[in-house]
């Protein structure tokens, strides 16, 4: 069955990078992108980019620019969240999401979603 | 900034029905903003429930719904029960980038 399995907890002091981890399971793992959502406390979800695990291409959108890098590691089925110099305000838990097909990001397809989710990696930033 | 508006909050009984909306500060949501929904309860992941307006995951109840109304995405729950008290977030796509609702917290009472 699908899975995406998330590294653990973090608690970082701000500006010690931080480096969550998606594994991926159960499916061809660069076949969909991977997307990146951030809930910070008591808030909504909010989207933060998304990676063609094919190419490797990342798109973020404003405001997760800069400080913020995804990566894979393709030989491991892997998408990372990697935040630089975090800071308070990037305490939050990230969550990564699966799909669409890789085809459709940047492309055109007649259906787009998010079907699989990891259980969220909470990230605390503090002194 | 593209703003994606949800109500705040509703109430349903239990075995009733009740229309979640989804709005774009772009103007009438159409079938090309793809709009998801999800569902999240309290210290769990989201859920996917809708994608691409009205089709279902092979995991979602047949009670959930989606479709378009009056220029906003919509997603319907008919015989509704205790366990779908819950936030629901709609998700709308901007040719190339996802923005998120602010959520509608459902109650069941």
């Known amino acids: 069955q699908v899975q995406l399995v998330q590294s653990g907890s973090e608690l970082k002091k701000p500006g010690a990078s931080v480096k969550v981890s998606c594994k991926a399971s159960g499916y061809t793992f660069t076949t969909y992108a991977v997307n990146w959502v951030r809930q910070a406390p008591g808030q909504g979800l909010e989207w933060m980019g998304w990676?063609?695990?094919?190419?490797?291409?990342?798109a973020y959108v404003q405001g997760f620019t800069g400080r913020f890098v995804f990566s894979l590691d393709t030989s491991v089925s892997t998408a990372y969240l990697h935040i630089s110099s975090p800071k308070g305000e990037d305490t939050a838990v990230y969550y990564c999401?699966?799909?669409?097909?890789?085809?459709?990001?940047?492309?055109?397809?007649?259906?787009?979603?998010?079907?699989?989710w990891g259980q969220g990696t909470l990230v605390t930033v503090s002194s | 900034q593209t703003v994606v508006t949800q109500e705040p909050s509703l109430t349903v009984s239990p075995g009733g029905t009740v229309t979640l909306t989804c709005a774009s500060s772009?103007?009438?949501?159409?079938?090309?903003?793809?709009p998801n929904w999800f569902q999240q309860k309290p210290g769990q992941a989201p859920r996917a429930l809708i994608y691409?307006?009205?089709y279902k995951h092979s995991w979602t109840p047949a009670r959930f719904s989606g479709s378009l109304l009056g220029g906003k995405a919509a997603l319907t729950l008919s015989g509704v029960q205790p366990e779908d008290e819950a936030e629901y977030y709609c998700?709308?796509?901007?040719?190339?980038?996802?923005?998120f609702g602010g959520g509608t917290k459902l109650a069941v009472l």
């Open positions: 998700l709308l796509y901007y040719g190339g980038a996802w923005v």
């Open positions: 691409s307006t009205s």
């Open positions: 990676i063609n695990t094919n190419t490797g291409n990342p």
């Open positions: 772009t103007g009438a949501v159409t079938s090309n903003y793809y």
């Open positions: 999401a699966r799909g669409p097909p890789n085809y459709c990001v940047g492309g055109s397809c007649s259906t787009y979603y998010f079907d699989y």
